[in-house]
């Protein structure tokens, strides 16, 4: 069974550029969540789908990130317009469920707004 | 809010030594669920052992345990016969479980094995 991939596994862009990160889940698992870790910091809880439907979005920073995931397979999670501040290690997990469930972790996309 | 402290930001043992990575989190829930997560440099983060906090018995996988002290609010990671490929990020995170999905992280802890 494939694991949790993510595309790019670098990207340095400019900031007021637009950068989109693809999270492809375990296959067969109905929640997907993004998580970011600043340098230093925490990893941060960013959001979580159910299937194709945002359960919860409170973890995202504002209104430059939008997450989507299309007919509950994969998810894209686009930066726009960039900040520095957007820095960071974006990381994306799948569960096959909700309850009692294990979220195994994608290797992360490396993100550098100069 | 929950939170999750590891106050230990760098640790180093010596190959085939124990080495013992600390965890503190707080919360008022009575149901919940700690892990131990390990990313190794520039490689995926993987799950190293979960614990349910109903469970009394401390959870083990292979060389690595867990002390769990329920009423402390305390969850260690013992990691045994330490082994080069050991060297990693850890990660201890707090899941409230039900239908709050995301996990709470702390900071992590960075763990170098010496030959």
């Known amino acids: 069974e494939a694991g949790v991939t993510q595309f790019p596994s670098h990207s340095v862009i400019e900031k007021g550029q637009t950068v989109t990160l693809r999270c492809d889940p375990i296959s067969g698992h109905d929640n997907l969540y993004w998580y970011r870790r600043v340098m230093g910091k925490e990893i941060k809880f960013l959001l979580h789908f159910v299937k194709e439907s945002k359960q919860d979005e409170s973890g995202m920073p504002n209104n430059r990130f939008l997450a989507e995931r299309t007919g509950g397979t994969y998810s894209t999670l686009k930066v726009q317009p960039a900040e520095l501040e957007d820095s960071g290690v974006y990381f994306c997990?799948?569960?096959?469920?909700?309850?009692?469930?294990?979220?195994?972790f994608g290797p992360g996309t490396r993100l550098l707004v100069l | 809010a929950q939170t999750v402290t590891q106050s230990q930001p760098e640790m180093s043992v010596q190959e085939a030594e124990t080495v013992t990575l600390s965890c503190t989190y707080d919360?008022?829930?009575?149901?919940?669920?700690l892990f131990w997560y390990k990313q190794p440099p520039s490689r995926q983060m993987i799950l190293v052992i979960r614990q349910e906090a109903y469970k009394q018995q401390n959870a083990t996988e292979n060389r690595f345990s867990v002390n769990f002290q329920k009423a402390a609010k305390s969850f260690s990671l013992k990691i045994s016969d330490s082994q080069l490929g050991d060297a990693a990020m850890y990660f201890c995170?707090?899941?409230?479980?039900?239908?709050?999905?995301?996990?709470?992280f702390g900071k992590g802890t960075k763990l170098s094995v010496k030959p």
């Open positions: 997990a799948s569960s096959r469920q909700l309850y009692q469930e294990t979220q195994y």
């Open positions: 995170a707090y899941w409230a479980g039900g239908s709050q999905g995301n996990l709470i």
């Open positions: 919360t008022s829930e009575s149901d919940y669920y």
